[in-house]
């Protein structure tokens, strides 16, 4: 009994060292597999965010102007105009991103010669990845702003006026886990011809800041 348990001790120990050892050492690939596997996946983590997950600039455009309505009366007395003017306004939003682009509410803006005289506002949206998104919308011309413009008269006999478009729109895109803010904005400008009543070819900045 004695000598048994005292060989059984023995070969415990003989036996425990070299596992002991052993799983010292497994431990050790172990960490150094899990250590491997982490580098491995940041490193993929990087690429991706590098090449397909790049964040790409959304690009909005004003693809469609036309004149909806087109009035104006002469105030002889004042030397002055009355305009009214409604536009509608077809702007896509472009996302060349792999994944989606939210933007919050934002506004159109009309500008003429350089005065705020009209805007209409956008909801905030989601575009998904690769969609270009329509939007259709109407510009008025608040006719109260253009009333004291002293340029106004003479654009009008004249027969152009010249008006420019304004569109910012501030969103941001999600990139693995890392929100990367964007805004796209774009500007044209454009003449009225009051004769044939259409919108000449507009003149276009685009600009996207990350
Ligand atoms: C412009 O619109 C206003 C309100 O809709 C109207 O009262 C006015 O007569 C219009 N002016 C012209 C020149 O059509
Ligand atoms: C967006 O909405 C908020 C609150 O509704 C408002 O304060 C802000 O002026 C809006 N921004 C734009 C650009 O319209
Ligand atoms: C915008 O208008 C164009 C033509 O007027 C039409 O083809 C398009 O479907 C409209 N888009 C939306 C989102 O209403
Ligand atoms: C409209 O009139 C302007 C100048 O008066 C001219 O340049 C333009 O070509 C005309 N557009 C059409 C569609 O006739």
């Known amino acids: 009994m004695d000598v048994e348990g005292k060989a059984l001790k023995a070969g415990g120990w003989s036996s425990s060292t070299p596992t002991l050892a052993s799983s010292r050492k497994r431990r050790k690939t172990c960490c ?38 087109l009035d104006f009366s002469f105030d002889i007395a004042r030397l002055a105009v009355r305009l009214n003017v409604t536009l509608d306004v077809d702007v896509s939003v472009k996302n060349p991103n792999k994944v989606g682009f939210k933007y919050s509410n934002s506004t159109v803006i009309l500008n003429y010669r350089g005065e705020l005289v009209g805007e209409a506002p956008l909801l905030p949206d989601k575009i998904s990845a690769g969609e270009t998104k329509h939007m259709n919308l109407s510009l008025t011309v608040l006719a109260d702003r253009l009333l004291f413009n002293t340029k106004l008269y003479s654009d009008v006999t004249s027969g152009i006026l010249p008006f420019n ?32 009543r259409t919108i000449s ?10």
């Not at 965010?49 to 693809?63: H, I, N, Q």
């Not at 070819?201 to 990350?210: A, G, H, M, N, S």
């Open 32 to 69: 150094l597999a899990v250590i491997g596997t982490t580098i491995g996946i940041v490193i993929l983590i990087v690429i991706l965010a590098f090449t397909v997950f790049k964040a790409k600039r959304p690009v909005t455009t004003f693809d469609d102007l036309s004149i909806k309505d």
């Open 165 to 196: 478009t304004y569109i910012k729109l501030p969103g941001k895109v999600k990139i693995l886990f890392f929100n990367i803010h964007a805004t796209t904005s774009s500007s044209c400008d454009f003449d009225i011809y009051i004769s044939n």
């Open 201 to 210: 070819e507009q003149r276009c900045k685009y600009k996207t800041k990350f």
